[in-house]
């Protein structure tokens, strides 16, 4: 199968690479300052958005006055591409840019998106996600975190955890109980909360591997007073926008992996003759199995994503949309351990401090969080099995 894309996108695809040339910041500026959370933002990466957001090519989907530049969607596919294969973050704050900025966009009121969604998007803030809860995740609906409506101000009283960068953000997409007698989906709210609010208090939790550099958090809220105007939307409507903001999650997220599936797949396979020559025989059969089922994966989820991705801009449905997820997690997952069989790894220094590339044993321990945020591949599996093959729960 040959897949190429009309004149009109290959010459979008030329301007934006010598748009990248020219102004992408170098290896050596980012590996100076690194970000070290998903909502710190480091100055080249603030300076990197604020380009990016001036030349209409933070968002190109969208449009000029907020970041874009009314592309369409295959353009916007071939730029995503290119970024990623140029091994430029897009942003390092990326629930801000892919979730919140977006979902204050739809739903918030003039001055949330003057004063939280625009610095967002031109690297003046960062935001993070306040949705799990420790008995909330999968059933996110069954949040407990109540926000109380006092006159002009709402006061907060909860938990939440797993959310990611809220030890460095400036404020989070807090999702509270508004309505505690209502049925669980319709009496939850999101409102704005600056992380510098009194009440708050952040605890990172510790990962295996960069344990020095926690990106996830608990957030413990204790009567934390916001203004009135910083509830999202209408009241009690925040499950609409847990599903639009999923929804934004959810329709950016394969193409990367396929992007950096194919570019792992790529330097193991150029590893793998001389590390395989070092295996015993009966060994060595059953790694380069695996080598070649992932090099499969890797192709086949290329053309999975491709296929649905063509069905929905035809204005189809396209149920491979909704296996992306799971796949391409969980083929990330088996690349790493099989890289990681392969023995290229040539330290296994677990929770090193130095700044060095990730080992593929530690790789494959992160890989596991892949496939549990933004819903687990079981949730997705249940997902599958009803929306897509119709069959009962
Ligand atoms: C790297 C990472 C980053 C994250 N970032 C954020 C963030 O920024 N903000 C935020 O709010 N949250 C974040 N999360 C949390 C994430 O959304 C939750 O971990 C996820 O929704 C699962 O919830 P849980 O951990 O409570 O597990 P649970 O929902 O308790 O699930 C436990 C296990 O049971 C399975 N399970 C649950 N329900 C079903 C079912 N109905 N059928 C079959 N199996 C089921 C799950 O698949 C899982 O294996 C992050 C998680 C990770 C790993």
């Not at 009109?8 to 934006?16: D, L, S, T």
């Not at 020559?277 to 290329?302: H, Q, T």
Request: net charge negative; aromatic share 6%; proline share 6%.
């Amino acid at each position: 199968m040959k897949l190429s894309f009309g004149d009109e996108v290959e010459a979008f695809r030329q301007e934006f690479l010598a748009w990248l040339a020219e102004n992408r910041p170098s290896a050596e500026e980012m590996a100076a300052e690194p970000a070290i959370s998903s909502a710190h933002v480091p100055g080249w990466a603030g300076r990197w958005a604020r380009r990016l957001f001036d030349a209409g090519w933070l968002v190109p989907g969208w449009p000029t006055e907020r970041g874009g530049r009314n592309a369409g969607p295959v353009e916007t596919l071939v730029y995503l591409e290119e970024l990623t294969k140029a091994g430029v973050p897009r942003t390092t704050n990326p629930q801000g840019l892919g979730i919140v900025a977006p979902s204050i966009l739809d739903y918030g009121s003039e001055e949330q998106i003057r004063d939280y969604a625009m610095p967002i998007l031109r690297g003046e803030k960062s935001a993070c996600l306040g949705m799990s809860e420790p008995g909330a995740g999968s059933d996110l609906a069954s949040l407990s975190t109540r926000a109380v409506l006092d006159g002009d101000r709402i006061v907060i009283d909860g938990q939440k955890v797993w959310t990611s960068g809220a030890n460095d953000a400036d404020f989070c997409f807090l999702f509270c109980r508004t309505n505690p007698e209502a049925p669980k989906h319709k009496g939850i709210s999101v409102v704005l909360v600056d992380m510098a609010t009194p009440g708050i208090t952040v605890r990172p939790l510790a990962e295996i591997a960069k344990p020095e550099h926690p990106d996830l958090n608990e957030v413990f809220l204790s009567e934390v007073v916001v203004p009135r105007e910083n509830l999202v939307g209408k009241l009690n409507d925040g499950w609409a926008m847990a599903n639009g903001s999923l929804a934004h999650e959810r329709g950016m997220v394969w193409l990367s992996f396929v992007v950096t599936l194919e570019e792992d797949i790529a330097a193991v396979l150029a590893e793998a003759p001389a590390a395989l020559e070092r295996l015993a025989p009966a060994e060595r059969a059953v790694v380069a199995d695996g080598l070649v089922a992932s090099a499969i994966d890797s192709a086949a989820a290329r053309c999975l994503g491709y296929r649905g991705f063509a069905k929905l801009v035809r204005g189809g449905s396209a149920p491979e949309q909704a296996l992306m997820k799971a796949y391409t997690s969980e083929a990330k997952r088996r690349l790493a351990r099989r890289a990681a069989e392969l023995g290229t790894d040539h330290t296994v220094d677990i929770g090193s401090t130095a700044a060095s590339d990730p080992t593929w044993i530690e790789r494959y321990f992160v890989s596991f969080g892949g496939t549990i945020s933004a819903g687990s591949s079981e949730i997705q599996r249940n997902i599958i099995a009803e929306k897509v093959l119709g069959l009962p729960r």
